[in-house]
């Protein structure tokens, strides 16, 4: 199993940026491709970014192209989402994911999920 633990989260201003990290423990964190995903209140959770086991290839939601940059450390077992300019309808609890499979962006396609880290944006 993966151990995923994220954190990072808090309440900035629209505008503003922040990083969050992914700490991943238990079996090798290379060996697995990760993304992050968020869930807005009342909303299903969505695919925000994507990248492979090395990180060299990277996939994101149209809508958050030029945002938000996806990226992993393998030698510290992290993964990253910096997002810049920041907007109120960013506000929600965003979770990283790790698969063995095809890159994807459905919730189901992901075998580990940590417990979130909310991400709340005022306007």
């Known amino acids: 199993q993966v151990q995923l633990v994220e954190s990072g989260g808090r309440l900035v201003q629209a505008g503003g940026s922040l990083r969050l990290s992914c700490a991943a423990s238990g079996r090798t964190f290379s060996n697995y491709r990760a993304a992050w995903f968020r869930q807005a209140p009342g909303k299903e959770r969505e695919f925000v970014a994507g990248i492979s086991r090395t990180g060299g290839s990277t996939y994101y939601a149209d809508s958050l192209k030029g945002r938000f940059t996806i990226s992993r450390d393998n030698a510290k077992n992290t993964l990253y989402l910096q997002m810049n300019s920041l907007k109120p309808e960013d506000t929600a609890v965003y979770y990283c994911?790790?698969?063995?499979?095809?890159?994807?962006?459905?919730?189901?396609?992901?075998?580990?999920w940590g417990q979130g880290t909310q991400v709340t944006v005022s306007s």
């Open positions: 994911a790790v698969s063995t499979r095809a890159a994807t962006v459905s919730t189901r396609g992901y075998d580990y």
